[in-house]
């Protein structure tokens, strides 16, 4: 059974989580602390740049921009890595010390509509995207050491922050965060039902796999089998691990599951989740009458759904 596969339905494509992932990039993490390689990379013409403004990005004709060292402001300097025989470099800048309008700086879910339509080139910046932003939300938020309150450093190529008070160095937060589809009766049947819920703050239709953070001293399957029950009242028994994708918006690591449910009845917390339903693979490839819409291809809850449906899901948002 494929590792993607779980407890589900057949695979019948690439997951769209996947997808976004298939162009990682060597991170030259041993290269950090060695400045006269940093030196020589940064002063490389053929050496690439992201620039952002905080931690917006500013898009060009729909594609990403990437300067050379030369155009690049100043700012705080992240060294991403090299693929295909170029450097890479992300820069922290001020946002009123960047070229162009305000807005037309913007964050990156505004991107996930090309993601969405199959923006091949953009699927392949992806990962690059997810690295720079995932540093910049923690250099944006990680002003003072939290163990004296002194000044922070930037170090290791960005990826350190050390305090110049107490020496205490400071490292990226990444909170595990599990995403579960939640199953029912017999597995690949016509009666088979995943649980989906509705979350607070969205409109009546809208449905998505549960998910919630780990707890310290928690394992991921408990956390799976805790959230479940304290959002929708049902009880889960088997856990199998799905796959996982970064979601530096602004810090997790979604881990995905699947779970055998234990019982039927939902009873929603109505703090988080203000609807939660079972429903049948005819309902979510819109067979039915059945209102619902359903992340499309971006998140890795769209391909938990996608694999127990079967196939594409046609009712994305």
């Given at each position: ?9 057949p695979?019948?494509r ?27 990379r940064?002063a ?31 700012g ?16 922290i ?5 960047v ?8 964050g ?12 091949v ?15 910049a ?29 107490c020496g ?41 796999t549960?998910?919630?953070f ?14 479940v ?8 028994g088997?856990v ?8 530096p ?14 019982s ?54």
């Amino acid at each position: 059974m494929s590792a993607h596969a779980g407890t589900l339905g057949p695979v019948t494509r690439e997951l769209p989580h996947v997808a976004l992932s298939a162009h990682a990039h060597d991170r030259e993490g041993m290269r950090r602390t060695d400045d006269e390689w940093l030196a020589e990379r940064w002063a490389d013409a053929s050496t690439r740049v992201l620039v952002l403004a905080g931690t917006r990005l500013r898009p060009v004709d729909g594609a990403i921009e990437w300067v050379s060292p030369t155009e690049a402001p100043d700012g705080r300097r992240l060294l991403l890595g090299h693929a295909d025989d170029v450097t890479r470099f992300a820069v922290i800048a001020e946002p009123g010390d960047v070229a162009g309008e305000p807005e037309e700086w913007t964050g990156l879910r505004a991107l996930f509509p090309q993601l969405l339509a199959g923006d091949v080139a953009l699927q392949a910046e992806v990962p690059w995207l997810f690295h720079a932003i995932g540093l910049a939300e923690w250099h944006w938020v990680t002003r003072f050491c939290p163990r004296c309150g002194g000044t922070l450093e930037s170090t290791h190529a960005g990826h350190e922050l050390t305090c110049t008070s107490c020496g205490k160095s400071q490292f990226p937060r990444t909170d595990p965060a599990v995403i579960m589809a939640i199953t029912r009766g017999e597995p690949g049947s016509d009666d088979e039902r995943i649980l989906l819920g509705r979350n607070t703050a969205w409109p009546e239709g809208r449905f998505s796999t549960l998910a919630g953070f780990c707890e310290p001293g928690e394992t991921l399957e408990d956390a799976v089998r805790r959230e479940v029950l304290e959002e929708t009242g049902v009880r889960v028994g088997e856990v199998t691990y799905f796959g996982n994708q970064p979601w530096p918006l602004p810090a997790s690591l979604m881990l995905g599951f699947t779970g055998r449910a234990l019982s039927e009845d939902i009873e929603v917390d109505g703090t988080e989740v203000a609807e939660a339903r079972w429903f049948s693979r005819a309902d979510l490839r819109g067979e039915t009458d059945v209102d619902i819409a359903v992340p499309g291809g971006v998140s890795i809850s769209s391909s938990l759904m996608e694999s127990w449906v079967g196939q594409p899901l046609r009712r994305g948002w």
